[in-house]
């Protein structure tokens, strides 16, 4: 579950699913002295970058993230400015003493929430997601409680009675993908760990809308740029979709409200309910927004570990023994060397001082996620899944290991996600057998801002 990150407008993605990198002298520009007293500069000045057209550059960025922020790196070095929609200027970081200096800078200067501003339209006006500063301060201490400590360890038997309920759907003896098989399960756990369902009318009705609510591609959000999309096709049945997710959400919560076993429950909504939050439709904001946070970014760390684990014996031995640091450890290993998500993002409201570089408001500063995580600098052989670097070599700092975010805007779910993806893994490794459908290893594919396995984790499961 991770709210680092959600998805923001972009234009028609190429019609290949993963872009080439251009060759390197496409994207050479001319490079900027560095160090210059910002009392000498006549205006502010970036970090270099490719001089590629911004179309081609947003399309690089959404379609091939992975190779276009690389080639960059070999280029310009740790930091370096990228054009690209929806944010424009954005600096791509990969430095953690400037990772921290964002994490933990002003927050009143490094925004998040406007970034996000324009779901508010599934997501609603107050979701922790598009709110900044104070008022986002105020709704994550809100929200805090039932992701941490003892409340999150309360879900485990929720999560392995799902997990085990979806294993026996799973096919014998035939291929399959395991990333469609880890959506049903983490919208599950959401249906009931968070929303506190089970079975009923609305339950089952929830089950069939909200999948469709969640799923924001390129071709929905530009319903939020050009509004009179609205009225047509995919967009006016999105609309349709989502006005039911929210009829039945808020019945749901006011049915809470008057539920003789409030005091007994232990979903997340009660919890919330219980802690006084008394405005109904801040809740149904809250709960969707934990939803599409918590969903997608869930199901595609979990079908990269299987991915991972199942083309490396060693490792995949140990961790059918079912300790559950060593599970750990794998979840962290597949979050770094799989990130979900390429990057993390922060608008600035006022101008910097970031590396000897003076960036002007208005800039998005973006610490790479894939970039640090992929530093030899930082890890020792990066690109080998090697989970034991997690509880020998100490690997991995609150800036450098940054899958969930940092400083304040954390993923506020980052233990919940975790705990679910351990429990996950010891649930399907004790309880069935299952193999890569073929040796080589699947490639990364962008899938709106999540990066997935391009073939789904395809799998053979064998007892």
């Known amino acids: 579950m991770s709210t680092t990150a959600t998805p923001t407008p972009v234009p028609a993605q190429a019609t290949r699913e993963s872009a080439d990198a251009p060759p390197a002298a496409a994207l050479a520009s001319p490079v900027p002295k560095r160090g210059t007293p ?12 490719p001089r590629l057209p911004v179309t081609a550059q947003t399309i690089l960025v959404w379609n091939s993230s992975v190779h276009y922020l690389k080639l960059c790196q070999r280029l310009y070095g740790p930091v370096f400015t990228i054009r690209a929609l929806p944010w424009g200027r954005a600096v791509v970081i990969n430095d953690s003493a400037l990772v921290k200096q964002i994490f933990t800078g002003d927050p009143a200067v490094y925004h998040a929430g406007d970034g996000n501003s324009l779901l508010a339209p599934v997501l609603g006006e107050r979701s922790v997601l598009v709110l900044d500063e104070d008022t986002h301060l105020q709704a994550r201490k809100r929200l805090l409680p039932p992701f941490h400590g003892d409340s999150v360890r309360r879900y485990g038997e929720v999560v392995e009675r799902i997990v085990s309920e979806e294993i026996a759907r799973w096919p014998l003896g035939e291929p399959f993908s395991l990333h469609p ?38 071709t929905i959000m530009a319903m939020w740029v050009y509004e009179s999309l609205e009225r047509f096709g995919p967009w006016r049945r999105y609309r349709r979709h989502v ?35 008394t405005d109904d439709e801040e809740l149904r904001d809250q709960i969707m927004t934990l939803l599409l946070a918590g969903h997608e970014t869930t199901t595609t760390g979990l079908a990269w570990a299987f991915e991972r684990l199942l083309r490396n014996p060693e490792t995949l031995s140990r961790a059918r023994e079912g300790d559950d640091d060593y599970l750990d450890a794998v979840v962290k290993e597949t979050l770094r060397v799989r990130p979900v998500i390429p990057a993390v993002l922060r608008q600035l409201q006022a101008p910097i ?48 290991w940054i899958p969930f975010g940092g400083g304040r805007r954390r993923c506020l779910g980052a233990a919940f996600a975790s705990f679910e993806m351990r ?41």
């Open 423 to 463: 429990v996950a893994l010891r649930t399907i490794l004790q309880r069935t057998t299952l193999r890569a459908d073929r040796p080589r290893a699947e490639r990364v594919r962008s899938h709106h801002i999540t990066l997935v396995p391009a073939r789904g984790a395809r799998v053979v499961r064998e007892a």
């Open 243 to 277: 006005a039911e997710a929210n009829r039945l959400l808020r019945e749901e919560i006011a049915a809470r409200r008057r539920d003789e076993r409030l005091q007994e429950r232990e979903d997340v909504l009660s919890q919330l309910v219980r802690a006084g939050e």
């Open 353 to 400: 001082e970031l590396g000897g570089w003076q960036i002007p408001a208005g800039v998005t500063v973006m610490p790479s996620i894939s970039l640090m995580h992929a530093d030899a600098s930082l890890f020792d052989e990066p690109e080998r899944f090697r989970p034991e670097r997690f509880l020998e070599d100490g690997a991995g700092s609150t800036y450098t």
């Open 181 to 218: 098989r880890m959506r049903a399960i983490t919208l599950e756990v959401i249906l009931q760990a968070v929303i506190g369902l089970t079975d009923g009318e609305r339950a089952r009705a929830l089950r069939k809308v909200l999948p469709s609510t969640v799923e924001i591609g390129p």
């Open 38 to 49: 910002a009392s000498a500069l006549a205006r502010p000045v970036l970090p270099p970058g």
